[in-house]
């Protein structure tokens, strides 16, 4: 209900118009469905961020968008930095705020060792949350960077302020990009601002399907999915009946890295090593033993089978608009048929591609 952006084939940050499924290439390689919660860019101007104390002077070149809208900022004080406040009142205590920016080393600073380029210090009322991370490579010749921090009093004003005036040093070092401070454990795609904050509307993707397409009797469920982060919080993807009593679903858990798979009442568990990397993922279920697969092995088995009635849609929730999936999605699928065992490890593992999609589908209904 809203614009957002992905990163394009060619690289670039684009703009992705109202009710348009979001496909973004920010891997580099194929392309995922990208769904989001709702989130706000507080920064104001996003393309050229908000100085604390302005630097000597600044000149533009080309950014992640494809414009010349990044900015080469010229220190002439140490002092020289990023600032964003937030009102007292405003978030709660506890709550995390996600600052996020794109860096282009245009020639080496003279001091390299802090992450992206910026450092954390004379913060107020907020404290910064484990270490930065970089979350995205090349994007237009720009890394992307991520800082968590944790809001200490909320009925008190807070300011993050990021330094580059003791980092950067020469003139033309380093070129900065789309500043994003939002609410959040995690940063999102980013929301560009122009004078004022900016909000992106939560992905909705849902309504697939009705109760003559879907076998109630046996299947498979597979998806290709990526958790946005191990926010240890569910995010489903379900075949129902529009309510919890018949239903088939794959989810990241509230425990970390670990995937959850329901089948009507029988609940699998396996654990990856990292779920913002992508998992192949496939629910094989019955009348009487359904199965988990994840990445090319069967992970378990149950013995039993509740009865499954009804079944009419795919909806990325828990049937009942909760645990609303957010993540990055490269494939899913509902096989009308079982599937054998060589069949679900072929499925979930390397080296699986469209064209072994059309031969198996050749043999099974697909939806």
């Known amino acids: 209900a809203s614009s ?20 973004d290439f920010k891997d580099n390689t194929e392309g995922a469905l990208l769904l989001e919660p709702q989130r706000t860019n507080l920064v104001l101007t996003s393309a050229s961020g908000t100085y604390g104390n302005s630097p000597g002077s600044e000149a533009n070149t080309t950014s992640p968008d494809g414009t010349n809208n990044a900015v080469i900022p010229t220190p ?3 002092s020289d930095r990023y600032e964003y406040s937030v009102s007292g009142g405003a978030y709660a205590t506890n709550t995390k705020l996600a600052y996020s920016w794109y860096r282009k080393r245009i020639s080496t600073p003279i001091d390299t060792s802090f992450l992206g380029d910026l450092q954390f210090k004379v913060l107020v009322n907020v404290t910064q949350v484990g270490s930065t991370t970089q979350i995205q490579s090349d994007v237009n010749g720009f890394d992307r960077f991520q800082a968590i921090f944790n809001i200490t009093d909320g009925s008190a004003s807070s300011i993050v302020r990021a330094y580059f005036g003791s980092i950067v040093g020469v003139p033309g070092t380093v070129a900065y990009f789309g500043h994003q401070l ?22 909705v993707c849902k309504n697939a399907g009705n109760e003559q397409v879907f076998n109630d009797s046996e299947g498979v469920l597979y998806v290709e999915i990526s958790a946005l982060a191990n926010d240890l919080t569910h995010r489903r993807i379900s075949i129902s009946d529009g309510s919890l009593s018949n239903i088939v679903y794959i989810s990241f858990d509230t425990a970390s890295n670990r ?3 329901n089948a009507n009442g029988k609940i699998m568990i ?3 090593s990292d779920e913002t990397e992508f998992q192949k993922i496939a629910v094989y279920y019955n009348t009487t033993a359904p199965k988990l697969f994840v990445n090319g092995v069967l992970r378990e088995t149950e013995t039993t089978m509740n009865a499954i009635t009804g ?7 828990n049937a009942v608009d909760g ?3 957010y993540g ?3 494939d899913v699928r509902v096989y009308n048929n079982a599937l054998t065992n060589d069949e679900l490890e072929a499925l979930t593992g390397e080296g699986y591609d469209t064209f072994n999609a059309l031969a198996l589908a050749d043999n099974y209904t697909i939806i």
Do not use: C, K
């Open 270 to 272: 396996y654990t990856v």
């Open 76 to 78: 002439d004080s140490s």
């Open 182 to 203: 939002e609410a959040g454990e995690y940063a999102t795609s980013y929301i560009p601002t122009v004078g004022s904050a900016a909000t992106r509307i939560a992905d």
């Open 4 to 23: 957002a952006t992905v990163v394009n084939q060619s690289g670039l940050i684009e703009t992705v118009g109202s009710g348009e499924p979001r496909i």
């Open 259 to 261: 995937i959850l798979a």
């Open 323 to 325: 645990n609303n999936f």
């Open 328 to 330: 990055n999605v490269r």
């Open 311 to 317: 079944l009419s849609e795919l909806s990325f929730h």
